[in-house]
């Protein structure tokens, strides 16, 4: 505690007169910012929560906290479902919700500039007005932000169509651990002068630089979707219909798959009378996750396999409910291979806790097996820290490691995090 006490003495003074305009130490606002929606992460407790208002006072907050050896721990809305806005004891949490603001739409170049705690949903709202669109479209749309979307690499339901958030990322402006601002990337269509550190800055996780402003893409708004449902007699039937569907050239904006225990999981929470309704079905499957909340507690997995995998994959689920003995449904972007398989535990008995936690890693285990990664779209985090090794290959985790240290020499941005 006494050292806690100390290191919030010196952090104050190190920030001067802006520390009153940005600082929150009072322990219960503080303790709502410690952890995102992730299940099985540790989350520590910070010592108070930083709110800048612009990229000079991220600057300035992470100079303070270079200087000092502060952990820092970057956040957006905290939806994030692998741990990776979780705070850490001793450190601060770096909250960018003040920073909301769209600063430009340009419909010529078909471009937006826009700040780190715009709401996603929000963007989509204002391009739309437009005539525009901004593709990616996490299921957490109307409340995860742009900064946190791009840190994780956020996908979504039409990212079989048009390509997750870093298709869309033109231009970051970023500050590094010692406050130093980073700007990449360029407003031109074309662009290659040099290393690509917007790609590598995209997925980083709050681990190579605070994100404070984001140039994205635009495309022109298509015309109004039509919307198929289909049902089939079983999992593995349905996958083979999605690999059928991509095999006939067809381009749809989203392919979503929701299994019995999803679906029925749905229509109890919401009654929806799904079986009639095609036009409600994107909004089913935003309501996944809730639903499922009501079955029990729950651990998402996130994996990514080729598409002609998803069969197996469901197939090695199912085989793993079985052998635990839990209820493990399946959702997900099917088109894009990409599946969340909720994994239904009693967090108060240790052996459903021992056997979700079985379930969990022989999915995940499944999915490399099968040539996929350990995440599509949700991030390493801390869920997947220690499965990182098992899919990168040693030369490419060491270079990873020494890239991190040139980012961030003194470790202090989301350690834990990632690897
Ligand atoms: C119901 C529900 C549905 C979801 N559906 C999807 C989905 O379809 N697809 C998908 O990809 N995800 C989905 N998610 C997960 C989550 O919404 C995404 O990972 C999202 O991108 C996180 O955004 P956030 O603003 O909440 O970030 P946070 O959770 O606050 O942070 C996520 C990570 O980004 C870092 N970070 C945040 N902002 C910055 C910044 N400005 N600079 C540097 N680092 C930063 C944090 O340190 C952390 O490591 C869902 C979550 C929920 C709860």
């Given at each position: 505690?006494?050292?806690?006490?100390?290191?919030?003495?010196?952090?104050?003074?190190?920030?001067?007169?802006?520390?009153?305009?940005?600082?929150?130490?009072?322990?219960?606002?503080?303790?709502?910012?410690?952890?995102?929606?992730?299940?099985?992460?540790?989350?520590?407790?910070?010592?108070?929560?930083?709110?800048?208002?612009?990229?000079?006072?991220?600057?300035?907050?992470?100079?303070?906290?270079?200087?000092?050896?502060?952990?820092?721990?970057?956040?957006?809305?905290?939806?994030?479902?692998?741990?990776?806005?979780?705070?850490?004891?001793?450190?601060?949490?770096?909250?960018?919700?003040?920073?909301?603001?769209?600063l430009a739409i340009d419909p010529v170049e078909r471009l937006a500039v826009a700040q780190p705690g715009v709401v996603t949903g929000?963007?989509?709202?204002?391009?739309?007005?437009?005539?525009?669109?901004?593709?990616?479209?996490?299921?957490?749309?109307?409340?995860?932000?742009?900064?946190?979307?791009?840190?994780?690499?956020?996908?979504?339901?039409?990212?079989?169509?048009?390509?997750?958030?870093?298709?869309?990322v033109e231009a970051l402006e970023v500050v590094l651990a010692d406050g130093r601002v980073l700007r990449t990337g360029t407003r031109?269509?074309?662009?290659?002068?040099?290393?690509?550190?917007?790609?590598?800055?995209?997925?980083?996780?709050?681990?190579?630089?605070?994100?404070?402003?984001?140039?994205?893409?635009?495309?022109?708004?298509?015309?109004?979707?039509?919307?198929?449902?289909?049902?089939?007699?079983?999992?593995?039937?349905?996958?083979?219909?999605?690999?059928?569907?991509?095999?006939?050239?067809?381009?749809?904006?989203?392919?979503?798959?929701?299994?019995?225990?999803?679906?029925?999981?749905?229509?109890?929470?919401?009654?929806?009378?799904?079986?009639?309704?095609?036009?409600?079905?994107?909004?089913?499957?935003?309501?996944?996750?809730?639903?499922?909340?009501?079955?029990?507690?729950?651990?998402?997995?996130?994996?990514?396999?080729?598409?002609?995998?998803?069969?197996?994959?469901?197939?090695?689920?199912?085989?793993?409910?079985?052998?635990?003995?839990?209820?493990?449904?399946?959702?997900?972007?099917?088109?894009?291979?990409?599946?969340?398989?909720?994994?239904?535990?009693?967090?108060?008995?240790?052996?459903?806790?021992?056997?979700?936690?079985?379930?969990?890693?022989?999915?995940?285990?499944?999915?490399?097996?099968?040539?996929?990664?350990?995440?599509?779209?949700?991030?390493?985090?801390?869920?997947?820290?220690?499965?990182?090794?098992?899919?990168?290959?040693?030369?490419?985790?060491?270079?990873?490691?020494?890239?991190?240290?040139?980012?961030?020499?003194?470790?202090?941005?989301?350690?834990?995090?990632?690897?």
């Amino acid at each position: 505690m006494t050292a806690a006490v100390d290191r919030r003495t010196d952090l104050m003074r190190a920030l001067g007169g802006l520390a009153g305009d940005i600082v929150i130490d009072d322990p219960g606002i503080v303790a709502a910012y410690r952890r995102d929606e992730s299940r099985f992460t540790e989350a520590g407790m910070p010592f108070a929560v930083l709110t800048p208002r612009s990229t000079d006072e991220v600057a300035a907050c992470l100079r303070a906290c270079h200087e000092l050896r502060v952990p820092v721990v970057t956040r957006g809305a905290g939806s994030g479902l692998s741990g990776g806005a979780n705070a850490v004891s001793d450190g601060v949490v770096l909250s960018l919700h003040r920073m909301n603001a769209i600063l430009a739409i340009d419909p010529v170049e078909r471009l937006a500039v826009a700040q780190p705690g715009v709401v996603t949903g929000e963007l989509r709202a204002a391009v739309a007005a437009q005539g525009l669109l901004y593709p990616p479209d996490p299921g957490s749309v109307a409340f995860c932000t742009l900064g946190g979307n791009v840190a994780t690499g956020a996908g979504g339901m039409c990212c079989v169509k048009y390509g997750v958030t870093g298709d869309f990322v033109e231009a970051l402006e970023v500050v590094l651990a010692d406050g130093r601002v980073l700007r990449t990337g360029t407003r031109t269509v074309k662009g290659v002068a040099g290393y690509d550190l917007t790609g590598l800055l995209v997925g980083s996780e709050g681990t190579l630089g605070v994100i404070t402003e984001i140039t994205v893409r635009l495309v022109p708004a298509p015309g109004p979707a039509a919307t198929l449902v289909a049902s089939f007699a079983d999992l593995a039937a349905a996958g083979s219909a999605v690999a059928a569907i991509t095999a006939a050239g067809v381009s749809c904006s989203a392919v979503e798959i929701l299994d019995r225990t999803t679906l029925r999981a749905v229509d109890a929470h919401a009654k929806m009378g799904l079986g009639e309704a095609a036009a409600m079905l994107l909004e089913a499957r935003r309501l996944a996750l809730p639903a499922l909340e009501r079955l029990g507690d729950w651990l998402l997995d996130d994996v990514c396999v080729p598409r002609a995998e998803v069969v197996a994959l469901i197939e090695a689920v199912e085989r793993v409910a079985a052998e635990t003995g839990l209820t493990i449904g399946v959702f997900g972007h099917a088109g894009d291979g990409n599946l969340h398989p909720p994994i239904i535990f009693d967090r108060g008995d240790a052996d459903s806790v021992a056997a979700a936690t079985a379930a969990f890693d022989a999915v995940t285990a499944a999915a490399l097996a099968l040539g996929g990664t350990i995440t599509g779209e949700h991030g390493v985090g801390r869920l997947k820290a220690t499965w990182l090794t098992r899919e990168l290959d040693p030369v490419n985790a060491s270079i990873q490691r020494e890239l991190r240290r040139t980012f961030d020499p003194r470790a202090i941005l989301n350690p834990g995090v990632v690897l």
